[in-house]
């Protein structure tokens, strides 16, 4: 795939885009920008894209992925929450790294609801990727965990999760959205660092 395949599929997909889906895609592009600078306003964008791309999965019959969105806005609540109200003595959550404790549930979050949601795509529904749409679920499952808990190991499940959307939503002829998960990507690595220096900084 060279870049004149993706310019014009970038193109293409600018064109079928649909107003729903270019509001969705900003909001999840600012939602993310919220997050690597640490911001609070990263949950009330999220929310409105993650609700706008519930409808947008049902209608491709992304199942997995319409389920992980409205995970998404349950998180984006307890997030929203626990970043506003810190520990006694603390002016703000600090970002913080995940102790072996918390490597060992972020690991049984990720089998057991791959485990599960494979299951249920492959026997119960229509989708014709559940395996592939299975694993993206499962790994934003321990994302959006790890950053409602402000872990900087959540930039590496985003960035997994992230390299692995790219080719799914261009499969599905979601080309923009497709984009979107690319440019994701470059931002998770940006976030992993700036995070990285944050935990530093808070002395972790």
């Known amino acids: 795939m060279d870049l004149q395949f993706f ?27 919220y997050s690597i600078r640490e911001k609070i306003w990263v949950y009330p964008t999220g929310i409105i894209s993650t609700l706008i791309y519930v409808w947008i999965c049902l209608q491709y019959k992304l199942y997995a992925d319409m389920g992980i969105n409205a995970y998404y806005f ?5 997030g929203w929450y626990v970043w506003t109200h810190p520990k006694a003595g603390q002016v703000e959550l600090p970002v913080t790294w995940l102790k072996p404790k918390g490597w060992v549930i972020a690991i049984l979050i990720f089998v057991a609801s791959y485990g599960l949601l494979s299951i249920v795509l492959s026997n119960f529904t229509d989708s014709d990727v559940p395996y592939w749409d299975s694993f993206t679920t499962a ?16 930039w590496i499940a985003w960035i997994v ?15 923009l959205t497709s984009f979107q998960f690319l440019f994701f990507t470059v931002l998770a690595v940006l976030g992993l660092l700036a995070w990285i220096k944050s935990a530093r900084a808070y002395g972790n």
Do not use: C, H, Q, R
């Open 7 to 33: 310019l014009g599929g970038l193109v293409e997909g600018l064109k079928a885009m649909t107003w729903l889906e270019g509001i969705a895609v900003f909001f999840g592009i600012a939602s993310v920008m």
């Open 74 to 78: 349950s998180m984006s609540i307890y």
């Open 139 to 154: 790994s934003a499952f321990v994302g959006m965990w790890l950053m409602a808990k402000k872990k900087v190991e959540n």
């Open 161 to 175: 999760t992230d390299l692995v959307s790219v080719p799914l939503y261009f499969y599905k002829g979601l080309v």
